[in-house]
Nanobody, 127 residues
Framework: QVQLVESGGGLVQAGGSLRLSCAAS????????MGWFRQVPGKERDFVAG???????????YHADSVKGRFTISRDDAKNTVHLQMNSLKPEDTAVYYC?????????????????WGQGTQVTVSS
């Protein structure tokens, strides 16, 4: 079991930045792939960014409102934390952001591939 707690959400103006953090406790953190997802009311939980436990390589969502180039995921295995640095925020980035962990490695893009979730943190970007 691993427990996840997110922090760092809030209200920011368009063009601003936020840094989300996810603190993990429980089993060895470096044995888990980590991901960030976001969800708006009435829609599915969408993948944003992920990092593999083996090698720590990162990958990002590619879709119409791509976060690539604006968001950066990073992990600190010594501190059992994963971060999501969000720059140049847009109103369409408004959502509840969730941290997730999976005990498998690889390219994990679906919420169904993750077994552990935090409670979520609200990010609101005003225009």
């Amino acid at each position: 079991q691993v427990q996840l707690v997110e922090s760092g959400g809030g209200l920011v103006q368009a063009g601003g930045s936020l840094r989300l953090s996810c603190a993990a406790s429980g089993r060895t953190f470096n044995g888990y792939s980590m991901g960030w997802f976001r969800q708006v009311p009435g829609k599915e939980r969408d993948f944003v960014a992920g990092t593999r436990w083996s090698g720590g390589s990162t990958y990002y969502a590619y879709h119409a409102d791509s976060v690539k180039g604006r968001f950066t995921i990073s992990r600190d295995d010594a501190k059992n934390t994963v971060h999501l640095q969000m720059n140049s925020l847009k109103p369409e980035d408004t959502a509840v952001y969730y941290c997730a962990a999976a005990s498998t490695n690889g390219l994990l893009l679906s919420h169904s591939q993750y077994g552990y979730w935090g409670q979520g943190t609200q990010v609101t970007v005003s225009s």
